[in-house]
């Protein structure tokens, strides 16, 4: 077996049933989830447990801004965090850089200020390790948030199916830490990951976000008072929970939605979407037709903002190497289907 095929910790439901996808029931899918957050049953459910506490930590904010705070200025001001700034960060951090290494940072320090760019949401290894699995077996049994398991089954994939395994040798362990090495986060020993089934160590987690916390409430405090800061912390946590239901969007809910001229990529079923392209630099066709590329936004409409951070990043000198496809696309997929199309209408129009 491939690494990446036994990388993760399976569901006690698993993922096949006579040679083919399983697709649990919904009570099956929720029992596995209060299972995986019971740190009674053991220790090593923290991190599972730890991701939903943190959106858990996020209502207050936004009850307090619906019912004491709220203002249509601060709305649209939290809309455009949420949905522009953290969805360009996510996209930038957690999916460019810490997984698919599409460029390099000169130093550590301009790593450490684009981690914590934003209030922080997602630990790097729920997202990082599982999204590997994702990209070596799309839509097919074991991958985390397999489309065809259902929209539930990709909203509670972070606990159900994206843990790492909790019974890696040395050698293997320290093979999927490397995985996340390059984030910034700190990495559990072999011993501590035996005690905590995780890379990540949950001390060290908790004061990275509470640190982050602390530094943007007051940040956001200072700027526009209470108001301001807690308008943006529920619009994050709109965020965190939003997120978790983009990748059955994207795979265009297990039904074929990719068009022609828009969506090349065709292993899978990802497609090219107006709003979170147009939001974050999301075009996740695009993204699966150049996984590692720096850039996701080829057609002059496909707006990419996070590539424009990261040229901006890169002119500040914060950037070292970076892979762009846009030329490879263009020549190998869009002017090829651009000549096959007008081919194709000359041989009508002298039908």
Same mark, same amino acid.
């Given at each position: ?5 036994? @990388? ?21 899918? =929720?029992?596995?989830?209060?299972? /995986? ?6 220790? +090593? ?9 943190? !959106?858990?930590? #996020?209502?207050?904010? =936004?009850?307090?801004? =619906? ?11 939290? #809309?455009?965090?949420?949905? @522009? &700034? ?26 450490? &200020?684009?981690?914590?760019? !934003? ?8 997202? !990082? ?69 995780? &890379?990540? %160590?949950?001390?060290? $987690? =908790?004061?990275? #976000? ?32 939003? !997120?978790? $239901?983009?990748?059955? *969007?994207?795979?265009?809910?297990? +039904? *074929? ?5 828009? *969506? ?19 075009? %996740? ?9 720096? /850039?996701?936004? #080829?057609?002059?409409?496909?707006? *990419? ?8 990043? /890169?002119?500040?000198?914060? &950037? ?5 496809? +846009?030329?490879?696309?263009?020549? /190998? ?19």
């Amino acid at each position: 077996m491939a690494f990446l095929d036994q @990388v993760l910790d399976p569901p006690s439901y698993g993922y096949l049933r006579n040679q083919k996808l399983y697709v649990p029931t919904k009570s099956e899918i =929720f029992r596995e989830f209060f299972s /995986r957050i019971n740190i009674f049953q053991t220790r +090593k459910n923290w991190l599972p447990l730890f991701g939903w506490l943190v !959106v858990l930590f #996020f209502a207050p904010f =936004f009850f307090l801004f =619906f019912f004491r705070y709220f203002s249509w200025p601060l709305f649209l001001a939290g #809309f455009i965090y949420s949905m @522009v &700034i953290m969805g360009t960060h996510g996209t930038v951090y957690l999916h460019r850089f810490s997984t698919h290494h599409a460029f390099t940072f000169k130093n550590r320090f301009w790593l450490f &200020i684009l981690r914590n760019l !934003v209030v922080k949401t997602i630990p790097e290894e729920t997202y !990082v390790v599982s999204h590997h699995v994702h990209h070596y077996i799309s839509e097919k049994p074991g991958d985390p948030y397999n489309v065809y398991g259902g929209w539930l089954y990709c909203f509670l994939a972070d606990v159900n199916h994206q843990s790492i395994a909790k019974n890696f040798s040395r050698a293997d362990y320290h093979k999927t830490a490397a995985l996340v090495s390059h984030t910034g986060m700190g990495l559990n020993s072999y011993e501590q990951y035996q005690t905590w089934g995780t &890379i990540a %160590h949950p001390v060290r $987690t =908790f004061f990275q #976000f509470a640190l982050n916390w602390a530094f943007w409430f007051g940040a956001c405090y200072l700027i526009g008072g209470m108001p301001l800061a807690v308008a943006i912390f529920a619009w994050s946590g709109v965020w965190a929970v939003g !997120v978790r $239901t983009f990748n059955f *969007d994207g795979h265009g809910g297990g +039904k *074929d939605k990719r068009k022609e001229g828009i *969506d090349f990529n065709r292993a899978d079923l990802s497609i090219n979407q107006l709003w979170p392209g147009l939001v974050t630099g999301e075009w %996740h066709n695009n993204h699966h037709l150049y996984p590692n590329g720096v /850039r996701a936004g #080829f057609l002059p409409y496909q707006w *990419d903002y996070a590539w424009l951070f990261i040229k901006v990043y /890169r002119s500040l000198g914060a &950037i070292e190497n970076l892979r762009d496809y +846009k030329e490879h696309f263009y020549t /190998r997929y869009y002017e090829p289907y651009l000549k096959q199309k007008s081919l194709a209408e000359i041989q009508r129009s002298t039908a």
